[in-house]
């Protein structure tokens, strides 16, 4: 992350930053930010994080990339947001949970309204365009009621 604030700032961009301060208190914060907000813990994080951002995009990372991303996907699918989610699959990255999501739907555990709001692209310029172009499914609904 810090790599990637490095860069957008060397190049004149606007970096906003959100991290609890126990994170702080180990050094960790980027001091170089536009904006740095210090919250008190990681739910406080990403929520801030969802209210001040356009969209979501998940770069090639780890456990907690995977959390945040299905999270605020989840968010998506329960219309809690209509902001877009999206993968920069650089270089194959996300193929393997791509197929996966794939049969997770496939097995009927994700609806393919679901599965497609996820936006995924292997190059920057693709994904930033078709998440300017995103407009959330109307109907989010996800569990059907029970015939009785």
Same mark, same amino acid.
């Given at each position: 992350?810090?790599? @990637? &604030? !490095?860069?957008?700032?060397?190049?004149?961009?606007h970096v906003t930053g959100v991290i609890p301060q126990a994170l702080v208190e180990k050094e960790i914060a980027h001091r170089g930010l536009t904006e740095l907000h210090v919250v008190t813990s990681m739910h406080e994080r990403k929520a801030?994080?969802? #209210?001040?951002? #356009?969209?979501?995009? &998940?770069?090639?990372?780890?456990?907690?990339?995977?959390?945040?991303l299905f999270e605020v996907w989840t968010w998506a699918q329960l219309g809690n947001h209509?902001?877009?989610?999206?993968? @920069?699959?650089?270089?194959?990255?996300? !193929?393997? @949970?791509? !197929?996966?999501?794939?049969?997770?739907a496939h097995q009927g555990f994700l609806k393919t309204v679901h599965r497609d709001m996820l936006?995924?692209?292997?190059?920057?310029?693709?994904?930033?365009?078709?998440?300017?172009?995103y407009r959330a499914p109307a109907d989010t609904k996800w569990i059907k009621s029970a015939a009785r």
């Open positions: 992350m810090g790599a @990637l &604030a !490095d860069a957008v700032l060397a190049e004149g961009g801030l994080m969802a #209210d001040l951002s #356009d969209g979501f995009v &998940a770069l090639p990372g780890g456990i907690g990339t995977f959390e945040e209509s902001k877009p989610c999206g993968l @920069l699959n650089i270089l194959g990255f996300y !193929d393997r @949970l791509l !197929d996966f999501l794939d049969h997770v936006l995924v692209e292997d190059e920057p310029e693709h994904l930033i365009r078709a998440m300017v172009r």
